[in-house]
């Protein structure tokens, strides 16, 4: 079943109206056939999707409207954390939390493994939450885990079965759904108006929108629902995030090939094969180009190889800067202005220079039993490292220069989700069910 709204312009947009906020009536479609109308009030906002917002910026918006904030995927605040912290509220939302939550207009916007809710920045108060309903062929329920996208009126996400969703930010009411998108519980990126999602591999004329089938390729969808363009990979999309600067949408697939494409028109602008070079000529195991896609300063990093390596590739050209052998499950980090971070198996939170490669950190932090890997990506406020650990319980902030622990709190369950930062406020979904939000102490 499709939705959708379509404009219907009302008298003050028609011309009148002089200095009041112009009004909308809309007509509410499910699949081909008209069903209601519905009139809202239009709202300026400011996109904050635009890569061309400066990082310094960030300290003066109180948003964190997609997974990392911003479409280079790279959660990094320059203002400075102020510890020690305290607890400020924990809110239940039903079900083990595996993705970051957003913030947008005061309302922080959680995917739970069965809906989606949205509670309230200050107080933790749910305002509202919405399931997707299930299919008759799918008698489990949903398992949710992808991160929304959110400004002021709208959200999209997407649930597991590949269906993308547009909910009002208000009240959580659904304005359309798409179900022929293929992108499984994709953390959604938007820049310039148009969303990116992988879609699934055709099949027999079909596009199989269901749990098992592979993603091919990457697509442009516009706010919507409607698909402007679709790039077909070589080979599986192993990419688990792709993100988009100045204009090119980088990821790679299992082939071992990185893309670098257009992001308003989908076409190719460069293509880099890594299973040549050195490192991996001979390497067991191979596994392509995979994990989230971070990119700072026209670097694109991401987990390359038999899932030990980062590599670093220049977003304009492709050309391979560098790579790096990590002693770790390469797949989340965090990054600054001067490194990307990372912990290994033993343990050990490292640094790795931006420019070389080259290991400029090196820090044993296994006797504060933290665990062994970020849980999904890592967040640098100034000169702290913000992280969950994927196989712990523990929130912990870090030193960024010495790699020592300055603060931990112990949740009740394991953190596999990733924290954001917003108005001074540290925020978190954890496996028990729980989101928690943390304050500074004043």
Request: proline share 3%; with cysteine; aromatic share 10%.
């Amino acid at each position: 079943m499709y939705h959708r709204l379509t404009d219907i312009p009302s008298d003050q947009e028609a011309g009148g109206g002089k200095g009041l906020r112009p009004s909308r009536l809309q007509l509410l479609h499910r699949n081909d056939r008209i069903v209601g109308i519905v009139r809202s009030r239009r709202k300026v906002h400011r996109d904050l999707s635009d890569d061309k917002l400066e990082v310094s910026k960030v300290k003066q918006m109180t948003d964190w409207p997609m997974r990392d904030r911003a479409p280079n995927r790279h959660a990094f605040v320059e203002e400075e954390l102020n510890l020690p912290l305290r607890l400020l509220w924990k809110s239940d939302v039903g079900s083990s939390v595996f993705s970051q939550a957003i913030c947008t207009g005061r309302k922080v916007i959680i995917t739970s493994m069965r809906d989606w809710r949205c509670l309230d920045l200050d107080s933790g108060t749910e305002l509202w939450r919405f399931a997707p309903r299930e299919p008759r062929s799918k008698r489990s329920g949903p398992v949710l885990r992808g991160t929304p996208y959110a400004n002021h009126h709208m959200a999209f996400m997407t649930d597991d079965i590949g269906r993308l969703f547009c909910l009002g930010t208000v009240g959580g009411e659904l304005r359309w759904s798409q179900s022929d998108q293929g992108s499984q519980n994709e953390s959604v990126c938007l820049w310039q108006d148009q969303l990116f999602l992988k879609f699934a591999r055709p099949i027999h004329g079909e596009n199989k929108s269901s749990a098992s089938s592979w993603t091919n390729g990457y697509s442009a969808v516009n706010t919507e629902g409607d698909q402007l363009w679709a790039f077909e990979s070589d080979d599986i999309v192993f990419t688990e995030q792709a993100a988009v600067s100045g204009g090119i949408l980088v990821f790679g697939d299992a082939s071992g090939t990185v893309y670098g494409v257009g992001a308003t028109n989908g076409e190719l602008i460069w293509k880099t094969q890594i299973s040549q070079l050195g490192p991996f000529k001979s390497l067991r195991n191979f596994a392509g180009a995979f994990g989230p896609v971070s990119i700072i300063a026209n670097t694109a990093i991401l987990g390359v190889g038999n899932k030990q390596y980062y590599g670093a590739f220049d977003v304009q050209t492709g050309k391979v800067r560098w790579v790096h052998h990590a002693d770790a499950l390469a797949m989340n980090m965090a990054c600054d202005r001067e490194k990307v971070y990372y912990v290994t198996h033993t343990g050990h939170l490292r640094g790795v220079s931006l420019d070389s490669g080259k290991t400029v950190l090196d820090q044993d932090i296994s006797r504060h039993r933290l665990g062994t890997t970020f849980s999904m990506s890592a967040l640098v406020v100034g000169g702290h490292l913000v992280a969950g650990f994927g196989d712990t319980p523990r929130l912990a902030v870090l030193n960024t220069r010495s790699g020592e622990l300055e603060w931990v709190y112990e949740v009740g369950g394991i953190l596999n989700a990733s924290p954001i930062f917003v108005d001074r406020k540290i925020v978190i979904g954890c496996d028990d069910g729980y989101v928690y939000c943390f304050e500074e102490v004043k």
